[in-house]
């Protein structure tokens, strides 16, 4: 009787927003063609509904990628265009204190794979970084890094927009131990379920995460914003709002596109005295963002795994570069792990 009464409890607690969002995630077997561009949203761009933005791409900021998961993992391959790294191989790149600054800006080939636990990821071309001298490109780099996916940066993923960490582990790193208040909203017409996380300091420093999860999509996040006050009464403010997702044939939802925006609000407090999750933020002026779409997608059989390893000779980890077993065609996270052993468990990054 008591495990009767027991598990009728369980059916009737309601289920976190994020725990629905993690069991849609836990489905997601795919592995997707995508493109992002970086550039900016024109004068009062209305994020919430795709059909008011217009999105300026920036000149010579189109990316091209391959992303995959496996419920577990993600994997992600990237880069400028073929044109525009054939143009950053004609020029030599100046030098100085050890960094290369190149004429104009552009995104080396990069291929990257991680869980909530682990990060390893390798520059895929010479051209990478500090020119003819540096062969760092011929070695993986591996790390404990549950939060941080910099190396990602710039080439986005479905869950990664620009917001300094991947979803959710951005919850973890920034507000661990804060629950939320939860309400019920909507965001373009959409009904969600709003999470909001927030974070105060000293001098009315504050920071604070809103996500609208939209349960008719798996609950991905349909719209998210990050604010951080500063004690000048400004505020950086970030956001991202789902356009489109589709299915898996194993079940789970993917986001398929999407757009961010970043501005700078100044004398905030002022400017919205009645602030809350609701209200549309605009600006008068244009202001940075950026676009993601997938313009192809595919069912994912098996472990995710890096790839393209026919330069790479080693494992960086730990200060110590470990070599691969010879043959090495390609690795999962398993196999990274049962290589580096201990290394890989003092090789936190800081």
């Known amino acids: 009787m008591l495990s009767i009464i027991v598990a ?8 976190r927003p994020l725990d629905a969002f993690l ?13 992002y561009d970086s550039g900016q949203v024109g004068a009062n761009g209305k994020l919430w509904n795709a ?28 880069s400028s265009t073929d044109v525009v790294l054939e143009q950053a191989k004609k020029g030599k ?8 600054f190149f004429a104009f800006k552009f995104v080396p080939k990069v291929e990257a794979l991680w869980d909530k636990n682990t990060l390893v990821y390798h520059c895929q071309d010479p051209v990478a970084l500090k020119g003819e001298d540096d062969h760092s490109w011929k070695m993986l780099s591996a790390w404990n890094a549950p939060y941080e996916l910099g190396v990602v ?19 973890k790193s ?5 629950t939320p208040t ?7 017409g959409i009904p969600v379920e709003v999470e909001i996380y927030r ?5 009315n420093d504050w920071s604070q995460f809103e996500v609208s999860y939209d349960a008719s999509v798996g609950h991905l996040p349909r719209f998210v914003r990050t604010i951080t006050h500063t004690r000048n009464g400004d505020a950086l403010i970030k956001e991202m709002y789902l356009v489109q997702a589709q299915p898996c044939e194993a079940g789970g939802f993917v986001p398929t596109e999407w757009f961010s925006t970043f501005l700078i609000i100044e004398g905030f407090d002022a400017k919205y005295p009645m602030y809350n999750d609701d209200t549309l933020l605009t600006s008068s002026k244009r202001v940075g963002g950026g676009h993601f779409v997938a313009k192809s997608m595919r069912t994912r059989q098996g472990a995710v795994t890096l790839t393209d390893l026919k330069s790479v000779r080693t494992i960086g980890a730990a200060g110590e570069a470990v070599p691969l077993p010879e043959g090495t065609k390609s690795l999962t996270l398993d196999d990274v792990r049962t290589i580096l052993g201990d290394k890989l468990q003092t090789s936190q990054k800081k």
């Open 93 to 100: 790149p100046q030098l100085e204190g050890g960094k290369a």
């Open 174 to 178: 920034i507000f661990d131990g804060i």
């Open 23 to 35: 069991a849609n995630y836990s489905a997601i077997k795919v592995e997707m063609d995508f493109e």
């Open 153 to 171: 940066s710039d080439g986005r993923t479905p869950f990664y927009w620009g917001i300094s960490y991947n979803f959710p582990q951005f919850i």
């Open 199 to 203: 974070k105060t300091m000293p001098d």
């Open 51 to 78: 059909n008011d933005v217009l999105f300026i791409p920036g000149p010579s900021s189109e990316i091209h990628g391959r992303w995959a998961c496996d419920g577990i993992a993600e994997s992600c391959a990237f």
């Open 182 to 188: 939860r309400r019920s909203s909507r965001r373009n």
């Open 8 to 15: 009728s409890m369980v059916l009737q607690s309601p289920l």
